[in-house]
């Protein structure tokens, strides 16, 4: 008997999914995918990017059937894997969390700050419902969110939902493989702990060697997202911290330079993702292309497809091996709640990931900073589901990048109605 395997990828209009693709294609004799669904609610993106995937699957010969599809029980239905990867709103949206902000000499950013508080309220009521759907069309299958701000999204599901779900990023990816090139090391063993997007590496273990105190001292950076304007950390910093810095940290650590720089651009980043989408788009609608183009190197998500789909592929083929992954604490890290999802190394099989625990962790600096971002997740979270604004605020107000009461609140309030189509949370009476 032939092996069924049905993966779903919900907001595959994306120009990130022929890394996708791409991904399965490379494992395509350890993964025997038998369906693939294209489902988003955007039909052009969905066409020209599900033809260029199609053509790329094609011209490979993988004997897998293609649905492209614009509903969302069609493509959960027997789902083995979905693949979450959705924008509400769109990029325009994104632009909007970027601008208003800047008016409250606030940083706008789509992961960090009052933007990234307003995609969370977006982008959880969204994935709630499809946990909600999941439930009822594929209850075993497993949900791997890729859809920004990772980390409270699965703070959210996993505290508010029954899915079975990991969230996953590319940067600890990245930060890997820098390092170990920046090293000459082969096979080194980091431990990588954090939140998604805030986030150090605090060892570097190779044949019973750690190689942190080296790094610490040749002040050693791990190489930027291509997302983000990054003028990187001093020696100074990095020895101060006792540890290398993802580079979102450069958001905290160098706040007004980072306010500065968004505040004199020309274009925030939404707008230059625009920019490279269309031309994307464009360069996917040649019939004559069948494989992934160059130019999406240059969106911030280098490494996406090797990260999404060996994560797949462990579970799938109970390869218990370690992966970065978000998803509850459950005691690996004695300083922080159970149910805190945190970023750390995972062993993953067929029954999802075991978190690492960290034994003695003695980081005053990154216990202390994980602290007080995740009170402001688990507020934001609590903001989300309820559509309490009186829990926004004290999100807000805890958030190292917004902080200040007045421009916290006036800024919500703005931001509130630019995004209202999305947000029925906060507009109940609205829709009485």
Known sequence: MTQKLKISIIGSGSTYTPELIEGIIKRKNVLPVSELVFMDIDARKLDIVGQLCKRMIEAEQLPCRITMTQDLDEALRDADFVLGQIRVGKLPARVLDEKIPLKYNLIGQETCGIGGF???????????HIAERMKELCPDAWLI?????????????????????????????????????????????????????????????????D???????????????????SSGFSKELIQTVGAIPSSYLEYYYFKNKKLKFVQESELTRGEKCIQIEEELLQIY?????????????????????????S????????????????????????FMEDNDAIEVCAIVGK????????????NRHIIDYMRMVKA???????AAVSGSEDAAMRALVMNPLVGDYDAAHSCFQELKQAHKAYLPQFFKEDSR
């Open 118 to 128: 307003f995609k969370a309220m977006r982008t959880i009521p969204a994935m709630l």
């Open 145 to 209: 969110n890729f859809s920004n701000p990772a980390g409270i999204i699965t703070e959210a599901l996993l505290n508010h939902s029954e899915v079975k779900m990991l969230g996953l990023c590319n940067v600890p990816f990245n930060m890997f493989k820098s390092i170990r090139e920046a090293l000459d090391l082969d096979h080194p063993e980091f431990t990588y702990v954090g939140l998604n997007h805030l986030s150090w590496i605090t060892s570097i273990r190779q044949d019973g060697k």
């Open 211 to 229: 190689y942190l105190e080296a790094a610490l001292e040749m002040g050693l950076n791990s190489e930027a997202m291509k997302n983000i304007p």
């Open 285 to 309: 609608a040649d019939s004559k292309l069948h494989t992934k183009p160059e130019l999406l190197s240059t969106r911030g998500g280098a490494n996406y497809s090797e990260v999404a789909i």
């Open 311 to 334: 994560l797949v592929d462990a579970i799938y083929n109970d390869k218990q091996e370690v992966h970065v992954v978000n998803l509850l604490n459950h005691g690996a890290l004695d």
């Open 351 to 362: 029954d999802g990931a075991k978190p690492i625990g960290i034994e003695n962790f003695d």
């Open 376 to 382: 402001y997740e688990r507020e934001t979270v609590a």
